[in-house]
Nanobody, 117 residues
Framework: QVQLVESGGGLVQAGGSLRVSCAAS????????MGWFRQASGKEREFVAV????????SYADTVKGRFTISRDNAKNTVYLQMNSLKPEDTAVYYC??????????WGQGTQVTVSS
């Protein structure tokens, strides 16, 4: 079992930056891929970014490429999402999830990010 807890959400003005964190407990994340997703009010949940824990390779949605950076801290068992040049359309609840064998099995509770115009 893996428990995931997000933190760091909040209110920021358009053009600003915010970093959200996802702390994992229960087991090491080696062997997992860690993803960030978001869900805006009234919309479907969408993929944002993913990092392979062991290799460090990353992938991003086109909507955030060049603005967001996913990273991880092995010692802290934590994954981060650095969000720069934020836009009002980035407003959403951001979730982290752990992927094993191609399936996102574990999810955090989410953290709200609100970008004002």
């Amino acid at each position: 079992q893996v428990q995931l807890v997000e933190s760091g959400g909040g209110l920021v003005q358009a053009g600003g930056s915010l970093r959200v964190s996802c702390a994992a407990s229960g087991r090491t994340l080696a062997g997992y891929a860690m993803g960030w997703f978001r869900q805006a009010s009234g919309k479907e949940r969408e993929f944002v970014a993913v990092i392979n824990w062991s290799l460090g390779s990353t992938s991003y949605a086109d909507t955030v490429k060049g603005r967001f950076t996913i990273s991880r801290d092995n010692a802290k068992n934590t994954v981060y999402l650095q969000m720069n040049s934020l836009k009002p359309e980035d407003t959403a609840v951001y979730y982290c999830a752990a992927r094993e064998s191609g399936t996102y099995k574990y999810w955090g509770q989410g953290t709200q990010v609100t970008v004002s115009s």
